[in-house]
Nanobody
Framework: QVQLAESGGGLVQAGGSLRLSCAAS????????MGWFRQGSGKEREFVAA????????YYADSVKGRFTISRDNAKNTMYLQMNGLKPEDTAVYYC??????????????????WGQGTQVTVSS
């Protein structure tokens, strides 16, 4: 069993930066893959970024490549999403997720098993 808790969201102006954190507890953090997803108002949940258990593999959605950086600190049981050059279209609730069962780093919501409650990111024009 894994519990996840996001933090770091807020209101920023276009072009600004935020760093989201996801604190994990329960099963040993370094043994499973992690990902970030977001869901805008009235939209489906979409993939943002993912990172393998050891940090050696990273995937990004095309919409955030070059602007967002995913990382993890296994010693602190924490995953991060550094978001730079934020745009209004980045406005969404951001969720962290954990994959405890699959062998390939996933990019779809149904490939993840545990989810945090989400943190709101709002980017003003």
């Amino acid at each position: 069993q894994v519990q996840l808790a996001e933090s770091g969201g807020g209101l920023v102006q276009a072009g600004g930066s935020l760093r989201l954190s996801c604190a994990a507890s329960g099963r040993t953090f370094s043994t499973y893959d992690m990902g970030w997803f977001r869901q805008g108002s009235g939209k489906e949940r979409e993939f943002v970024a993912a990172i393998s258990w050891g940090g050696g593999t990273r995937y990004y959605a095309d919409s955030v490549k070059g602007r967002f950086t995913i990382s993890r600190d296994n010693a602190k049981n924490t995953m991060y999403l550094q978001m730079n050059g934020l745009k209004p279209e980045d406005t969404a609730v951001y969720y962290c997720a954990a994959d405890l069962t699959r062998f390939v780093l996933g990019r779809r919501p149904n490939e993840y098993d545990y989810w945090g409650q989400g943190t709101q990111v709002t980017v003003s024009s």
